[in-house]
């Protein structure tokens, strides 16, 4: 257990908000999670902000990584075949290749799978959702594990593309437009295909589950109050307050792996209990 965290216990009171939140979510006509760092915190990957955040140890990186990556795509290549050259970002590879899908992933996983859950929104590059299982996705900032053209947005796996070290930066096998990584940078606009799918998840949703998020980066942190302006329910789930706390509809003070497994739990028994 992350010792950065407040001790969790499931309290009755708890475990009780927990239960409603699944009746909540067997009667939303369209329900969407949207999670964040905090989600992925028990895969034993550091959030970005608050207690043992990576920005807090190793400060926010530049805000126009992106603008830096156009202006030089050749040596950011080089840097990204070289990540020993900044050590962060060499331990964040390493933690991100060894990491495994938690208790929360596979709990959200299940909810789709199960017909009550329609879409999960993240904002994490881990792939963690993916390899739970769950299929309808939305990866805002992308996906550490692949590759996008610039210009035709095609995204690949690695080995799809060619990266010859000698002939950097890689091109796009389908238009000749250039190649990064699918992670979205500080200063890049969000591809336009991953942006629409969001918008049309969070217009029609009337419940959303906000999971280990601090809620501080735009657009993703404007789909609960999208949600709560159209007169949807916002469901937080988090072991410290957040942005989000004071306008949650509840907030479920706990995390994400022991919360989103209950949710899973009461959702479950009360279907079998044959409740509406
Ligand atoms: N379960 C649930 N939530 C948790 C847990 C846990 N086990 N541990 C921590 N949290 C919460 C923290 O309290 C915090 O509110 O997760 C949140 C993590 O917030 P951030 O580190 O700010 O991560 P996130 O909101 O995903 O950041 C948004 O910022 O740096 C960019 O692109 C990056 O996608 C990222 C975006």
Not at 74 to 83: F, V, Y
Not at 188 to 212: S, T
Request: some cysteine; hydrophobic content about 35%; proline content about 8%.
């Amino acid at each position: 257990m992350d010792e950065t965290l407040p001790h969790f216990e499931l309290t009755p009171e708890l475990d009780g908000a927990i239960a409603e939140t699944a009746r909540q979510l067997r009667e939303a006509a369209h329900a969407v999670a949207l999670t964040g760092a905090g989600l992925s915190v028990e895969s034993g990957i550091p959030p970005f902000r608050g207690p043992g955040g990576l920005w807090t140890k190793y400060g926010e990186p530049p805000m126009d990584g992106y603008q830096r990556f156009l202006r030089d795509p050749k040596a950011a290549w080089q840097a990204r075949l070289n990540p020993e050259k900044e050590p962060w970002l060499q331990g964040l590879h390493d933690t991100l290749g060894k990491a495994k899908p938690n208790d929360g992933h596979r709990a959200l996983a299940a909810l789709e799978a199960e017909g009550w859950l329609a879409c999960t929104i993240t904002q994490n590059v881990d792939d963690l959702h993916g390899q739970a299982g769950s299929h309808h996705l939305a990866e805002i900032h992308g996906n550490y594990k692949l590759l996008r053209c610039l210009q035709c947005v095609a995204r690949f796996r690695e080995g799809e593309v060619s990266v010859d070290p000698a002939s950097l930066p890689p091109r796009c096998p389908g238009c000749g437009g250039l190649v990064k990584g699918d992670t979205v940078q500080f200063g890049e606009p969000i591809p336009q295909d991953v942006l629409r799918r969001c918008f049309d998840e969070v217009a029609c949703c009337d419940l959303m589950i906000v999971a280990g998020t601090s809620a501080t980066v735009f657009p993703a942190a404007d789909f609960p109050m999208e949600v709560l302006r159209n007169g949807g329910t916002v469901i937080e789930v988090n072991p410290l307050p957040s942005d989000l706390s004071r306008v949650a509809s509840v907030t479920l003070q706990g995390p994400g792996g022991a919360v989103l497994s209950r949710l899973l739990h009461h959702t479950r028994r009360s279907a079998d209990l044959g409740h509406a």
